[in-house]
């Protein structure tokens, strides 16, 4: 585990910064061959311009708990997806400083022919995580997901609950500076979403950045220190989560939002 | 040529994540199967029974001219690595798209898909080998220095399968027609390398054909160093490596230039 002293000497580093980020996808529209050749040859329209995220700019300090709310399809995992990585804005700047854990849509680096064990190591190398490392934790990711009888099983038998719980339990012991977490918590029992609540207190003492993606607005209240609201592609306000949470509620009435 | 360099230190600091990915390939694909890895044997073994009836005792296709290699081993010595290369290729483009849900999420080089799906096909390649190997020893096949050849004809092969399959890998993401496309290509170019016939009974005129065809050079290399014992023809190797080069640099620049993408359109 980090030490708290270096985190709180650089608490007021930006660790995450959007400078005008627009992203936009270009769907195409014609998916074969047979769709797309003749519409090049009749001149009509090949791609459908769609604005994911439009002209965004925000800072996330070291060690805030920043809480995304906002409608479906408002560009939430968007905004997740940029600072992950794994897709590239189209005008504008990303910086991202620190060593990232994304916890997003959970086993999606799990093989379902594979056992636990095994699902245990693939997963932790996807996420940057050296043999050795996984190793010297595994006992203690098997003890957090409570599934030590099961660890040898392919996890096609496993439920979405226990899926969820080996994805937590892995990703929170990359020793991340940033965490990413999106959506997860629905699923699992209540005990275990106590425990992952618990872990999460756990790595914001440590000083670990938290983005936290969620429709639940009681716990982006309690949890987290920062909110944003995304709305129809825009970043509609920043500020403290109660303020932001009340003034989405009473948006959500209104049909144009 | 930078860009090779550079793509190549990436992987290499991924390459725990190069290694968890090849072994999962190869744990998964065989698993709830009674026979498992055999089938990896079974499977050249096979197609090389029934090809030796078809084209040597009806068809009579001659090996080589003045040898007297049998047919079977004569057909499995170029069937091997053309398998290696049409399973590396095939499978490679279809590495990116089985992958989407892990392209969507997580930042990591994305040629290891395309790497780790090539050497789990390279490791198959070994364990086929060794019937190959029990062959050599049950016809009596003498053991020259020419064989160490294999290694950089096996060499400039994978660079040559690399190259393709970075390009089909990108292609087929973004139009799934690429993977029939694909199919249809490599069942063709089945028939114009000299796996199932000799090179030597191509006529003048369409010789051209097989000296631009890196795969023809590598089957009919392997042929001349591990069958006949003798060096392969440098002419037409040094043609191959120049034109897997190129096939690897375009390859690897059409993957290169799509990678920031792939996770908007899979």
Redesign the interface.
Same mark, same amino acid.
């Given at each position: 585990m980090k030490t708290p002293l270096p985190t709180l000497f650089n608490m007021n580093n930006t660790v995450i910064k959007f400078t005008n980020l627009t992203k936009k996808f270009s769907l195409q529209k014609q998916k074969t061959f047979k769709e797309f050749l003749p519409a090049l040859f009749l001149g009509e329209q090949t791609k459908n311009n769609f604005i994911a995220l439009d002209n965004i700019s925000f800072k996330v300090k070291s060690g805030e708990t920043l809480g995304i709310i906002g409608p479906n399809g408002s560009g939430k995992s968007t905004i997740l997806k940029l600072i992950a990585g794994v897709t590239a804005p189209t005008k504008g700047k990303v910086y991202v400083n620190g060593r990232i854990s994304p916890l997003i849509e959970l086993g999606a680096g799990f093989h379902p022919e594979l056992t636990a064990r095994e699902n245990i190591f693939l997963n932790g190398a996807i996420l940057g995580l050296s043999q050795k490392e996984i190793e010297n934790n595994f006992n203690s990711i098997v003890k957090f997901s409570e599934l030590e009888e099961f660890i040898d099983q392919p996890i096609k038998f496993f439920s979405s609950g226990m899926y969820m719980r080996l994805g937590f339990s892995v990703a929170i012991h990359t020793h991340p500076d940033i965490l990413i977490i999106d959506e997860i918590l629905a699923v699992g029992d209540p005990n275990f979403q106590q425990k992952c609540f618990q872990k999460m207190e756990e790595f914001k003492k440590n000083g670990v950045t938290i983005l936290y993606v969620s429709h639940d607005l009681d716990t982006v209240i309690k949890f987290c220190s920062r909110c944003l609201l995304i709305s129809h592609s825009k970043l509609i306000a920043d500020g403290s989560p109660i303020q932001i949470c009340q003034q989405y509620l009473k948006e959500k009435t209104n049909p144009s939002f | 040529m930078l860009a090779i360099v550079q793509e190549f230190q990436s992987v290499i600091k991924?390459r725990?994540?190069l290694?968890?990915?090849t072994s999962?390939e190869i *744990?998964?694909r065989y698993?709830?199967s009674i026979l498992g890895y055999f089938w990896v044997i079974l499977n050249p073994l096979a197609q090389m029974l029934v090809m030796s009836f078809a084209f040597s005792v009806i068809l009579r296709i001659p090996t080589n001219s003045a040898s007297h290699i049998p047919y079977t081993l004569f057909l499995y010595t170029a069937l091997l690595p053309w398998n290696l290369f049409s399973t590396s290729v095939t499978s490679s483009a279809m590495s990116l798209v089985n992958s989407a849900?892990?392209?969507? *999420?997580?930042?990591?080089p994305r040629s290891i898909l395309v790497i780790s799906t090539i050497i789990a096909k390279l490791i198959d390649f070994a364990f086929a080998l060794t019937v190959l190997i029990i062959f050599f020893i049950f016809f009596k096949i003498p053991i020259t220095l020419n064989l160490l050849w294999v290694i950089p004809i096996l060499l400039t092969q994978l660079i040559f399968t690399l190259g393709l399959s970075l390009f089909f890998a990108a292609a087929n993401l973004?139009?799934?027609?690429i993977q029939y496309l694909l199919a249809l290509i490599i069942s063709l170019w089945f028939y114009i390398t000299p796996i199932v016939y000799p090179a030597d009974i191509v006529p003048n005129r369409f010789k051209f054909i097989f000296q631009l065809n890196p795969m023809s050079v590598f089957v009919n290399a392997y042929r001349q160093t591990v069958l006949g014992g003798k060096s392969p023809d440098l002419f037409s190797l040094f043609i191959a490596l120049i034109v897997s080069f190129i096939t690897l640099s375009v390859g690897l620049l059409y993957f290169k230039q799509r990678e920031?993408?792939f996770?908007?359109?899979v």
């Open positions: - | 991924w725990e994540l290694w968890q990915m999962r *744990k998964a698993k709830q849900p892990l392209i969507r *999420k997580i930042y990591f973004i139009y799934r027609d920031n993408t996770a908007d359109i």
